[in-house]
């Protein structure tokens, strides 16, 4: 039986106010070609708007060109101190803003930008539908949308391993057992391109389409769950 311990944005912040002290030793290097195939899967045009959701530090941010235009969001302030600190200390003429905003409840007009990234969010946050249904809101018509997460194991022991984690999702500040197909299902996401990456090939980077077209008929009277 799995026990489903509720993540709340609460709980995420105070999480992330205690990772972020030694995020970028544990989790940077080991996840840079990560951030580097879904960066580069963007394919960012000179003019390009970008929006970065769960920016976290900043670890990403020296991967876009100067001849675009980057906005990262989070929830954390203690992450995204780190982030200002870095826009401080390094030359980054790319990063036109770091706002301190939900994802799921983004106060961004509808198609603001050209693209939207988020590299390892979606099973972080309480409501990854409701995370993708904002993403593809606040994208043009036919943008693209990356999602760079890991989704539940095929191996049947790793599953097991994952299930038993998931009780601790509060402390560790991310769901475990992320089931791909369900997260693709429910959120409609449409994708043209999934490549695995990191360790193992243990997480994944999925390339999407943003077809307004198709969003607006999937979430027309659905509950976001
Ligand atoms: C695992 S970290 C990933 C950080 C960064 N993307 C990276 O590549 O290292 C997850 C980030 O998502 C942020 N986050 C969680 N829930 C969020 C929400 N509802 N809105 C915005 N950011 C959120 C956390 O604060 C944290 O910085």
Not at 127 to 134: F, G, I, N, S, W
Not at 165 to 181: R, V
Request: hydrophobic residues 40%; proline residues 6%; aromatic residues 10%.
């Amino acid at each position: 039986m799995q026990v489903h311990v509720p993540v709340t944005t609460e709980s995420l912040k105070k999480a992330y106010r205690r990772i972020s002290k030694f995020y970028d030793l544990v989790f940077g290097k080991i996840f840079h070609p990560g951030r580097e195939t879904a960066v580069q899967h963007l394919h960012c045009r000179p003019g390009d708007r970008i929006l970065e959701v769960g920016v976290g530090t900043g670890l990403s941010l020296e991967m876009y060109p100067s001849s675009v235009s980057v906005v990262g969001i989070d929830i954390s302030n203690d992450m995204l101190s780190y982030a200002r600190r870095r826009i401080k200390e390094e030359t980054l003429p790319q990063v036109e803003a770091l706002i301190q905003m939900d994802a799921q409840n983004m106060s961004f007009p509808d198609n603001s930008f050209d693209k939207v990234i988020a590299m390892y969010v979606a099973s972080v946050v309480p409501d990854p539908t409701q995370l993708v249904r904002e993403m593809k809101r606040v994208c043009k018509p036919e943008g693209t949308l990356i999602v760079l997460n890991h989704f539940q194991n095929e191996h049947r022991l790793v599953r097991r391993f994952e299930g038993l984690l998931q009780p601790f999702s509060k402390y560790i500040g991310f769901h475990p057992d992320f089931p791909l197909d369900q997260f693709l299902q429910r959120s409609a996401f449409q994708v043209i391109t999934k490549v695995p990456v990191n360790l193992l090939d243990y997480w994944t980077v999925l390339v999407g389409f943003n077809d307004k077209k198709i969003s607006a008929k999937h979430f027309t009277g659905q509950k976001s769950s």
